[in-house]
């Protein structure tokens, strides 16, 4: 499953920059970029219902499945730029938690990837009432000509992020 993520995620990504290049070459905000990315994503996970059924990319998504606002250890802020998740009815719950920065912005880079660091990470009985379990966390960086990632996984160096790779756009 992890791997489906980061393949239909890589696709979206080029997508945006094939159909939707200009929010990124008018320097439009990040919630704008990202929106782009999730609407692609969705268009993707439904031609993969037999996998997605039942999940949805959703950005800044603020709630649990009970409702009660998402909270991420040591985090004021309760949600990630975008997630595909279930909204609490599947298990498991949180597939992709993704951060974004557009063009050079470097505002809350170290915040972002604490967050990241946290939700991947497995939980237990004090983190309950956290988002923790997500399958993958994602640091995108998003700019006119290429774009940067670094993986977050749980199940690898405990949640440390990947090094960044550099993805070249024609």
């Known amino acids: 499953m992890k791997q489906l993520v980061q393949e239909i995620l890589n ?18 905000i990040e919630r704008c970029v990202c929106a782009r990315l999730a609407h692609h994503l969705e268009n993707l ?3 993969r219902d037999d996998v997605f059924m039942g999940y949805y990319a959703d950005v800044e998504y603020d709630r649990m499945a009970n409702a009660d606002p998402k909270h991420i250890v040591g985090e004021k802020k309760h949600v990630c730029d ?13 597939l992709l938690a993704l951060e974004m920065k557009v063009h050079d912005h470097n505002s809350n880079v170290e915040c972002d990837i604490c967050r990241l660091k946290h939700i991947v990470q497995h939980g237990n009985e004090h983190t309950t009432g956290y988002v923790r379990d997500t399958l993958i966390g994602v640091f995108l960086r998003m700019q006119e ?19 960044e790779e550099t993805i070249q756009i024609q």
């Open 11 to 28: 696709e979206a990504i080029l997508i945006v920059y094939k159909e939707d290049r200009d929010v990124l070459t008018n320097k439009v």
């Open 82 to 94: 975008l997630l595909i998740h279930s909204r609490g009815h599947k298990k498991p719950d949180n």
């Open 45 to 47: 996970m439904r031609k």
């Open 145 to 163: 000509q290429q774009y940067k990632r670094r993986i977050f996984d749980g199940d690898v160096n405990d949640g440390e992020p990947s090094e």
